[in-house]
């Protein structure tokens, strides 16, 4: 940093001294004379020169300082949540160190945010996974328990009272159905047993049958090759945008895609006929979740209103290493 900051130091100093150099010879060399008092035409010349010396010093040093600046706008525009982006190495030595230094740094923040994900995300599934066995252990079998009481106490009570057993009985069937729905929302057990596409299919069936969407899948055969980190942010990611058209987008169909990329990675597809979203929706309806998510495999996530209405959300996983 020492030579970086002599080596522009030097620059400035020489052109400071160039200019300075340059206008003694001018005064030297010319029949300018300045005498005391000073005449208004002798100080009108000293003006003109000090502001030519000025306009000059200005000029030259923005032409000197500009590939800082552009530099400063391009790091306001490097984007935490698409991985990879880097500055391209060009422009004075001093650029050139600073474009290094920077790269470095977006190396390292990445990789050590990268672990923290995995570790926030593995702790995350976790709690998912334990959560709903406790549900589907617990809470599951203690509904299944007063179900089986209920069809008891319906066989036996008064005929009077058979209609608000038999309405209790419903009740505690549609418990059952919901405690099971939220457990496959926390733990999809299709992933784990059946692979990624198949796991997709069996979700977009299932929020179709809950909302009344009409989703048109395709989604390529040959996802064999992914590991298991990259299978779960891909269906992270499909469930909670098929969730937010189902919830907030008031449509009625959606378009789900699955396919290769040219250099063999993953491109997801997601996008409604809804009403699209308002204003920044970055932070909106989970949607930072999902970012997260993608960073973490190295992908990125767009999320953006279409041009034809709704909304498209597109996840770029790179090829398995």
Do not use: C
């Not at 590939?67 to 306001?76: F, I, K, N, Y």
């Not at 299919?201 to 990259?230: C, T």
């Not at 970012?291 to 959300?313: D, F, K, P, S």
């Amino acid at each position: 940093m020492r030579m970086q900051r002599g080596n522009l130091y030097q620059r400035v100093f020489l052109l400071n001294a160039t200019i300075l150099i340059v206008a003694t010879l001018v005064v030297a060399i010319t029949p300018a004379t300045v005498s005391f008092p000073v005449e208004l035409t002798e100080a009108i010349v000293l003006v003109a020169g000090l502001g030519a010396i000025l306009v000059l010093n200005a000029f030259a040093l923005r032409a000197m300082f500009a590939p800082l600046e552009r530099l400063m706008r391009t790091m306001r525009d490097v984007d935490p949540y698409r991985p990879g982006e880097r500055l391209g190495v060009t422009g004075p030595q001093e650029v050139r160190e600073l474009v290094v230094v920077f790269n470095d740094m977006l190396d390292r923040l990445e990789g050590e945010r990268r672990e923290s994900g995995r570790r926030a995300l593995a702790a995350q599934e976790g709690e998912r996974w334990r959560v709903a066995q406790e549900l589907h252990d617990d809470v599951g079998q203690a509904l299944t328990g007063v179900l089986l009481r209920l069809e008891s106490l319906a066989r036996q009570a008064p005929p009077d009272l058979r209609p608000g057993v038999r309405a209790t009985q419903e009740a505690t069937r549609e418990a059952i159905d919901r405690v099971s729905l939220v457990v496959r929302q926390l733990r999809p057990e299709a992933l784990t047993d059946l692979g990624l596409a198949k796991a997709l299919a069996a979700l977009a069936r299932r929020v179709e049958e809950e909302s009344g969407l009409r989703i048109r899948q395709r989604v390529a055969a040959s996802l064999d090759d992914l590991d298991d980190e990259s299978e779960l942010v891909i269906y992270r990611v499909a469930q909670e945008s098929l969730t937010n058209a189902a919830r907030h987008a008031h449509a009625t169909q959606v378009e789900l895609t699955v396919e290769r990329s040219q250099d063999r990675g993953i491109v997801l597809r997601v996008r409604d006929n809804g009403v699209g979203l308002p204003g920044a929706p970055q932070a909106r309806y989970g949607l930072l979740g999902m970012r997260e998510r993608a960073m973490l495999i190295g992908a990125t996530l767009t999320i953006e209103n279409h041009a034809e209405g709704g909304v498209e959300v597109t996840l770029t996983a790179p090829p398995v290493r």
